[in-house]
Nanobody, 114 residues
Framework: VQLVESGGGSVQPGGSLRLFCAAS????????MGWYRQTPGKQREWVAT???????NYADSVKGRFTISRDNAKNTVYLQMNSLKPEDTAVYYC?????????WGQGTQVTVSS
């Protein structure tokens, strides 16, 4: 399984970005997908999860501002990020877990700064 993130960039506080995670393989629809983020010197932090059935969960720090969604026909999971804050600055990673193995993408940088 290969995961490739895109959509990161620089934005001012209050702005929006949409992240994309494209997955290889035909079994994408069977698995839960998630987003994590990491800043230098800190542990990777869970952001959001979407199950194979479409149920979603969010970290308290992003609830109400971020939306995770998926398009199984396109093997893609999205993270819509609104009302961005400087503390959202991080490298964002896509993840799926298959048979107890974690599969990560390479990450995409999001910078929120005025």
């Amino acid at each position: 399984v290969q995961l490739v993130e895109s959509g990161g960039g620089s934005v001012q506080p209050g702005g929006s970005l949409r992240l994309f995670c494209a997955a290889s393989g035909s079994i994408f629809s069977r698995y839960d997908m998630g987003w994590y983020r990491q800043t230098p010197g800190k542990q990777r932090e869970w952001v959001a999860t979407i199950t194979s059935g479409g149920s979603t969960n969010y970290a308290d720090s992003v609830k109400g501002r971020f939306t995770i969604s998926r398009d199984n026909a396109k093997n893609t999971v999205y993270l819509q990020m609104n009302s961005l804050k400087p503390e959202d600055t991080a490298v964002y990673y896509c993840i799926t877990v298959i048979a107890t193995l974690n599969y990560w993408g390479q990450g995409t940088q999001v910078t929120v700064s005025s």
